[in-house]
């Protein structure tokens, strides 16, 4: 059996996962459990804080202007990935200068934007 922690719709889970055999898999959930502390997605540099991709995608479209202020929690862009939209928020409050255009693809990590 592998164990793992998933977490739907806000709530995260412990569950343990059996390999299919002959018969029926038998998968116990367990209660809620506490998410584990995650790391700053962005990382403050010289003149601002990095807003990066969080996995590959394509720049679907870009939801305010260059050199836009912005709220924290605020949509910046949409991120095209694995055929779904997600958008990718303002970590801080703050000045937009986009790294990236409408329609570019992108890896984890890259830079989109910095928040000055």
């Known amino acids: 059996m592998r164990n793992f ?30 998410a ?23 720049i679907k479209n870009l939801l305010v202007e260059n050199g836009a202020q912005v709220k924290k929690d605020q949509p910046l862009l949409v991120l095209e990935a694995m055929k779904m939209d997600n958008d ?10 986009f790294s990236v255009a409408k329609g570019a693809n992108v890896e984890s990590d890259a830079v989109l934007a910095v928040i000055r």
């Open 88 to 97: 990718i928020t303002a970590p801080c409050d703050g000045s937009v200068t």
């Open 36 to 58: 584990a502390p995650q790391a700053p997605q962005t990382p403050a540099v010289g003149n601002g804080t990095k807003v990066v991709s969080p996995f590959p995608g394509l």
């Open 5 to 34: 922690i998933i977490t739907v719709e806000g709530k995260t889970y412990k569950v343990g996962v059996e390999e299919v055999g002959g018969s029926a898999p038998s998968v116990p959930v367990s209660a809620p459990v506490a």
